[in-house]
């Protein structure tokens, strides 16, 4: 998979891991299978090599410092 199918998923395991969340406030769902499958999507998630380059805002806020 190329990097931006990497990031395509990395986002898309993001939702799925916000969904799972909202899944352990509700008391009917067992906490400790949305907790291992949280887990299981966090290890097994491709993280794609990318550097983050800053906004022209972030530069402005580091040369003011």
């Known amino acids: 998979m190329d990097e931006a199918g ?3 998923r990395l986002i898309h395991l993001m939702f799925e ?3 799972l969340a909202k899944n352990l406030e509700d008391p009917r769902n067992d906490v400790d299978v949305t907790l ?3 887990i299981a999507l ?3 998630a491709d ?3 990318v550097t983050i380059l800053p906004t022209n805002s972030n ?5 003011q410092a």
């Open 47 to 49: 993280v794609p090599d």
């Open 59 to 63: 530069i402005s806020e580091i040369a």
């Open 17 to 19: 891991l916000k969904e």
């Open 42 to 44: 966090i290890i097994c």
């Open 6 to 8: 990497k990031i395509d």
């Open 36 to 38: 291992a499958t949280i």
